[in-house]
């Protein structure tokens, strides 16, 4: 046992080290001394001193006895062959460590270790992509709501062979290459031993299924292309981002399974004189001085038609007043917001004479002037 060095040092790791920072030397130098990637003529030994150190120190049961005994310890558990390579890992750390190692290597990538690989294809029905488009809407369309006619080309399972692409039921019959799993398994022999590679069955394409005599009507493919002229209906309320679905309206699903759906962002222009803040609308009026002094009624544009608005005495510029109930509806709540009125008050830049005249009236009937108001506040 003298002449072994200590596993510890083989890995270059401190007694201490947590279960990771072992697994993290191990594949650092497993990597980088693999007879496979290196060639040096040491570098099957060490790869097998690299494996052998792991082995016991990634099981806590050796591990506390190495700790306690060193390699004397290890009689008892059969250690000091290669077993392999990887004798003592679980399978869940083998394939993290053939991730490692071949992650670019194509001729790894297909490896079965017992558990489920996400690489695997489905031989079951599988649903069909989503797909995404968008549409531009009136601003008014957007409050209201409005139906949209739109024409699409969608794959359609075909409705004489119900997508099963055979002239008959009795034209199905089981795929005698996989038995009806849409998988097929091989062995290969590697530097670890013999590894079983999994892969899409190539004579039904994954499906598990084959068809002696295929429908005339889709010619075997299960669907067939057709051009649609479909409603679209735009809830009222809708704004410029949301979607409205057409359910079975997306890409072709697979194995007999159902299309995806079709997405639909909305778009909404923008109004010349309306504007959006969550469920209100703001719209801005002009009205003279005169009547922003002396006050008025005035009908006012909104979404649902004009609405009569009375305008108090001494409204100043900028100021706003509401019209309840005469917003936008919330999609979910189904609340109506409210419509904000601006108030601008417009200068005239042309007087007739007579106006010039009542003007000049006022303004020697008034003691002071507004300015000289605002002055008096500066002494």
């Not at 290890?74 to 399978?91: H, I, K, P, R, T």
């Not at 299924?209 to 889709?218: D, F, Q, V």
């Amino acid at each position: 046992m003298a002449d072994k060095r200590d596993y510890y040092e083989v890995l270059g790791i401190s007694k201490g080290a947590s279960e990771d920072e072992i697994k993290k030397a191990y594949r650092k130098l497993a990597k980088q001394y693999h007879p496979d990637v290196n060639k040096a003529p040491d570098a099957e030994a060490k790869f097998k001193e690299i494996n052998e150190a792991y082995e016991v120190l990634s099981d806590p049961q050796k591990k506390a006895t190495y700790d306690q005994f060193g390699h004397a310890g290890m009689d008892g558990f059969g250690q000091g062959g290669y077993s392999s390579g990887f004798g003592g890992m679980n399978m869940d750390d083998l394939g993290d460590i053939f991730s490692d190692f071949f992650g670019g290597m194509g001729g790894f990538s297909g490896f079965n270790f017992g558990g489920s690989s996400s690489s695997s294809r489905r031989s079951g029905p599988i649903k069909g992509d989503n797909r995404y488009m968008s549409m531009e809407i009136e601003f008014l369309d957007a409050v209201h709501g409005v139906d949209k006619m739109i024409n699409l080309s969608v794959d359609k399972t075909c409705t004489y062979c119900d997508g099963s692409g055979a002239a008959t039921r009795s034209d199905i019959e089981t795929c005698p290459t996989c038995r009806g799993s849409g998988r097929v398994m091989r062995q290969s022999r590697t530097p670890f031993g013999v590894v079983q590679q999994q892969s899409v069955c190539p004579d039904c394409k994954g499906s598990g299924k084959r068809i002696k005599k295929i429908c005339p009507h889709c010619s075997g493919r299960g669907y067939n292309s057709v051009k649609e002229q479909v409603e679209v209906t735009i809830p009222a309320g809708i704004s410029s981002g949301q979607q409205v679905r057409l359910a079975g309206y997306g890409e072709r699903g697979e194995n007999g399974g159902p299309n995806g759906d079709l997405y639909i962002e909305i778009r909404v222009r923008p109004h010349k004189y309306f504007t959006r803040e969550g469920n209100n609308i703001h719209i801005s009026v002009p009205i003279s001085a005169v009547d922003a002094t002396l006050g008025t009624t005035v009908d006012i544009p909104t979404a649902y038609g004009d609405v009569e608005l009375s305008i108090p005495a001494g409204t100043q510029p900028g100021q706003q007043l509401r019209i309840k109930g005469y917003g936008i509806k919330d999609l979910r709540t189904k609340n109506v917001g409210d419509q904000y009125v601006e108030v601008q008050i417009e200068i005239p830049r042309k007087l007739t004479r007579e106006e010039k005249e009542l003007y000049e009236k006022l303004a020697n009937r008034k003691k002071e002037s507004v300015f000289e108001k605002f002055k008096k506040t500066f002494k």
